[in-house]
């Protein structure tokens, strides 16, 4: 049947009102449309009309009710609308104050339906955030969802919230703990903060009503959003600091060895103003046959600090220095990173050397690399803006020589390896800091830096994987088809759209999860990131525990000579248990620095 037949046998009243029932399935629309014609009709004699018009008011609030079909509820607010339009267009004053009572009651029914949809909407955000805390545990998707903030309802983030704290209560592994800890941060970092806080009495029952956490202290601080004690906040990461340890003569390794003598070298440091840990420092020479001999020196954790004594078991624990906006965390007390280790202009040190041959064209000879215990003294402490201004003008002086050749190394290193730079600069994009790979594209100091670290990363792992020996790797796995697109798009996108754009978070946490997501391993593996077979960290001791811990390797069998099983199968268990914890922790360390970070900018930290 057509509205229109509906309508004149409603007015005729030969069918029922309650017989339209029969006919909603097929022709819905038809029946919906002549209902609210013959309403029409009818209004305009109301008082005469009462029973027909309550039996059909009563037919449409029922459909209403238990209708969950969204695109039929769309038609009935459309009909209503309509309905309501044509009463002001043609109706009198008169007749419109005489069904004043109906129209209101056709206004509650839109309001009706419209809280039904917001319900609706609701329940399938909340069934969303059920899939992703219960079943996908994916922190960056719950994340990504909180922020996007659209149409999320305040009842259904207090809902979610609860039943997060009542299982933060109950969980007794520390797993789980960690888990829902970083849940609720979430929460309390988001816009709905403010929200939550009103809400702070019910979650302070909630989280009382269970056992008592090491860290529900810290949690209810932040609920009644107070300030945070860096301590506590150190005790929930658990980091620790090694800046006020004790240093002295007994934790120095009383091992000493013949070293080769290099003081003559005119050593030079780059690094940024002011610096104070220069772990690296670069020399390099021309050859009677006019090859080049380049020297790389790295920092000698091993002869300031003596294998599982205390200061060397609280950097394991730390894993590395730890940046944040107002300061640091080193890794090493700071008289040992930043004096007694450091490569501090004019000062005699004992290093570890990497020493490689370089041909007239100024490309590595990959059979020339050696290792060397060393004594240099440091000529030059270089900032990155000045090692620039001296290539865009160099002099005749060494170091502008020197300078301008290790320019030509390492645009040769950079321009031979075209996925270091895709990685580089997708670690930068994503992360959003200003790092060494970033300067690399426009500072020839930065390249420099970057390139002769590579190299002596690279050589040193190959080194000992070539010799069988056992050695802490920088591994890496190849992204998917997937990743690679995101990889693409990710580095076509200006960094300050692509950090302020809500639709590319979850490009951005991928690529994080499943790109970045390089780590230490007992076995060796290609770094697929960096297009190079072998990989590691040594370059930078004073600064990564993991570079250090290469050192012991290095003193322990090449310099000490101890190629035995005995010892070769120690240090293999040694790493093996090392690599997954320096993973974990230095996971936990960027979790800490990124909370601890945001809390200064909204400046609820207290140091004291």
Known sequence: MSNKEIEQKILNYDLKIYELEDYMDNYFISVMTGMVDALYTLMKHANKNKELIEDIFNEIEFVVNCEDEEKKL????????????????????????????????LI?????????????????????????????????????????????D????????????????????????????KLIVIFARSSFNRYLSKNSEKYMKILNSGNKKEHVKLLID???????????????????????????????????????DYRYQNVITIDDEGNKCNDDGLFIEKNIDGTYTLYIHI???????????????????????????????????????????????????????????????????????????SLIKVGKSLSYSEVDKRLSKIGNNYTDTMLLALNCISSILKSGNLYKDIYRKTENKTTGEVTNSLLANKSNAAKIVQEMMILTNSYVDKYF??????????????????????????????????????????????????????????????????????????????????DALGQYVIYDILFNGNFDDKTIYKWENILKEACPYLNERIKNNALFASEYNYLVAKKKIRKK
Do not use: W
């Open 74 to 105: 769309k038609i009935i607010v459309e009909l209503i609308k309509k309905l309501n339009n044509r009463i002001e267009a043609t109706y009198t004053k008169k007749s419109k104050n005489d069904i004043i009572g109906l129209k209101n009651r």
């Open 108 to 152: 509650k029914i839109l309001r009706e339906i419209e809280t039904k949809k917001r319900e609706e909407q609701q329940n399938n955000i909340f069934n969303i955030f059920y899939k992703l805390i219960y079943e996908e545990k994916s922190i960056e998707n719950i994340e990504t969802l909180i922020k996007s903030k659209k149409n999320i």
């Open 154 to 181: 305040c009842k259904v983030i207090d809902e979610v919230f609860s039943n997060i704290l009542e299982d933060y209560v109950n969980v007794i592994e520390e797993d789980e703990i960690n888990y829902y800890y």
């Open 222 to 260: 932040r609920l009644n959003n107070k300030k945070i004690f860096q301590e506590d906040l150190k005790k929930k990461y658990n980091v620790s600091t090694n800046n006020n340890l004790h240093y002295d003569i007994s934790d120095c390794s009383i091992c000493e060895y013949a070293r080769h």
């Open 299 to 373: 920092s000698d954790v091993p002869t300031l600090i003596k294998k599982d004594s205390y200061l060397d078991l609280m950097a394991y624990k730390s894993a590395e220095t730890i940046y944040l906006c107002d300061n640091e965390i080193t890794v090493y007390p700071e008289v040992i990173s930043n004096d007694l280790g450091s490569m501090l202009e004019g000062n005699v040190r004992k290093v570890i050397t990497y020493k490689f041959i370089v041909t007239s064209s100024f490309e590595i000879d990959p059979d020339s690399f050696v290792i060397e215990r």
């Open 465 to 546: 994987v070539q010799r069988g020996y056992p050695y802490i790797h920088r591994i890496h796995n190849a992204p998917s088809a997937d990743i690679d697109k995101n990889i693409m798009l990710i580095l076509g996108i200006d960094s300050g759209t692509l950090r302020n754009n809500p639709k590319c978070v979850k490009i951005l946490n991928a690529v994080k999860e499943r790109y970045l997501n390089a780590e230490y391993s007992s076995t060796s593996a290609k770094h697929y990131g960096l297009g190079l077979d072998y990989y590691s960290h040594s370059t930078s001791p004073l600064r990564r525990y993991a």
